[in-house]
């Protein structure tokens, strides 16, 4: 593919990653007001926000290698189409159970277009490029949940068009129409593995085995841990080992399984979807923990919150000025371990004003704070994506972008729910914003360790591996497959 067709095809494929991010969190701004239009009750209010994430998990995976199956390109049309249509009926919603399916429909459409851009960027961008690319990647995806809180609020007080929370579907409409017309006129078609049959038996499985263990971190925090979130929990062990025995029986038989478990033996693909988990964990969290002291104990508006976290975006879109440079000089390790020391000394940072003010604490020293972790989340995260697909196969990065991805937000729904009920459990029946600031100071405390988990697997096991833009042995095989990549 040709640089400039690459990179003018860059800002289109990540306009869906944006679309993704944006509409995650958009609707926790938009809640009080469709509660009172639609007349919404508790539980259907938890599953308009947590359904979406819930779909969107459960079917990455597969997303991702049906990309492989049927080409990039195609399904990130096709992905593209269903959320813009999705979105839609999300707008023209009369009822709650309305919104809830469409809502769903959404997130599932999101995990068949998402994977989709991380393939695009493996294959089409060579290893000099892709850094960069992925640069771009982490930033929009971590800028993306802080513009949609800052301009669901700005939608809601201007009121376009007297539409109210729906502006906020509304907008994928225009948005979803230009990227599929750049899309179908930039995105490359790739090679494809149409001769092989999709795995049913494991489609079911792996579905299936997500779905139980993402529907209790979704919604069993706010349901208070019900007996039925502990169940559903337990099974999906099982149920994940059943399917990985025959996912395994399958590829020993000469078929085609969804889930190629030849990936894990990878040293930097594992140990950097360990990694993930640990960063994601913290990210997830964190921005949770510091939304609630912002909101509920610092009493500011749900826009005014999210205004708190554009600094936090802002200095994340710095990144990309050095970030690349350093990954070439210096290693994609380095760069991660340069990330985690930044995002310690925001910790440090934040958990001591929060001790040492407590209820009195400013909104400034929360925004130095943030900023910083913003900083060092974007330098992490590029590199950090960068060294787990280093060394994938073309054929293989579908299966292995819907992997890392399902990994990542299974990680943030873990994160989010083991911290947020230690964050909860510090509070009182009716808390006070000393005891905000006293349960935001735990959480920001707890993620620090992850951040040091996250340095430690750096230097045991990614330190000496391949770095991301430096030519490897695989990348002569990702320039050789670039025949299959067509204009």
């Known amino acids: 593919m040709y640089e400039s067709r690459r990179w003018a ?41 947590g359904g979406y994430a819930f779909t969107y998990a459960a079917g990455l995976m597969t997303g991702g290698r049906l990309g492989d199956l049927v080409g990039y390109r195609t399904m990130f049309l096709l992905g593209m189409a ?11 919603a009369q009822t709650p159970s309305q919104l809830v399916g469409a809502r769903l429909i959404q997130g599932l459409t999101a995990a068949g277009m998402v ?27 971590a800028v993306s949940g802080v513009f949609g809180q800052v301009l669901g609020g700005i939608l809601l007080v201007v009121n376009v068009f007297g539409l109210g929370w729906r502006a906020v ?27 092989r ?10 579905t299936g085995s997500l779905a139980l263990a993402q529907a209790p971190l979704v919604l069993g925090r706010q349901e208070g841990w019900p007996l039925w979130s502990w169940v559903l ?10 399917t990985l025995s025959y996912e395994r029986r399958l590829a020993q038989r000469g078929g085609n399984p969804l889930l190629d478990l030849a990936l894990f033996a990878s040293r930097t693909f594992s140990s950097g979807l360990c990694i993930s988990i640990a960063f994601m964990a913290n990210f997830a969290s964190s921005i949770f923990v510091f939304s609630m002291l912002l909101q509920n104990g610092l009493g500011l508006t749900a826009s005014q919150a999210g205004l708190s976290f554009l600094p936090m975006a802002l200095l994340g879109t710095v990144a990309p000025m050095f970030g690349k440079r350093l990954i070439l000089t210096h290693g994609a390790p380095t760069v991660i371990l340069a990330g985690c020391v930044i995002d310690g000394v925001a910790d440090v940072l934040l958990a001591l004003a929060l001790h040492i003010h407590g209820a009195s604490i400013t909104v400034p020293w929360l925004v130095i704070g943030l900023g910083l972790m913003g900083l060092g989340n974007t330098l992490v995260l590029p590199a950090l994506i960068g060294a787990t697909l280093a060394g994938i196969r073309p054929t293989q990065a579908g299966i292995a972008s819907g992997t890392l991805n399902t990994v990542q937000q299974f990680a943030g729904s873990a994160g989010l729910a083991v911290i947020g009920t230690i964050f909860f459990a510090v509070l ?7 005891q905000y ?13 992850l951040v040091i988990i996250m340095a430690s697997l750096t230097v045991l096991f990614l330190r000496g591996s391949a770095t991301p833009g430096v030519p490897t042995t695989s990348d002569a095989s990702t320039r050789r497959s670039e025949d299959g990549v067509k204009m």
């Open 437 to 449: 600031a006293h349960a935001a100071e735990t959480a920001t405390w707890i993620g620090l360790g």
């Open 9 to 49: 095809m860059l800002p289109v494929v990540l306009a869906g990653m944006f679309m993704y991010g944006f509409d995650l969190n958009v609707v926790n701004v938009a809640v009080p007001s469709l509660q009172h239009d639609l007349h919404a009750g508790q539980a259907a209010l938890e599953l308009v926000v």
């Open 82 to 92: 269903g959320f813009t249509l999705a979105s839609t009926l999300c707008g023209l």
């Open 115 to 141: 994977p989709q851009i991380l393939s695009l960027i493996t294959v089409g961008f060579p290893s000099d490029e892709r850094s960069r690319a992925l640069a771009w990647f982490g930033i929009t995806g």
């Open 428 to 434: 009182s029946a009716a808390p006070t914003t000393s």
């Open 197 to 206: 049959s999709l795995d049913l038996l494991g489609l079911i499985g792996i």
């Open 233 to 242: 929990l337990a099974g999906s062990v099982p149920a994940v080992l059943l």
């Open 169 to 195: 579907f509304f907008l994928n409409l225009p948005i979803g129409l230009l990227v599929l017309a750049f899309a179908a006129r930039l995105l490359p078609r790739t090679t494809t593995e149409r001769h």
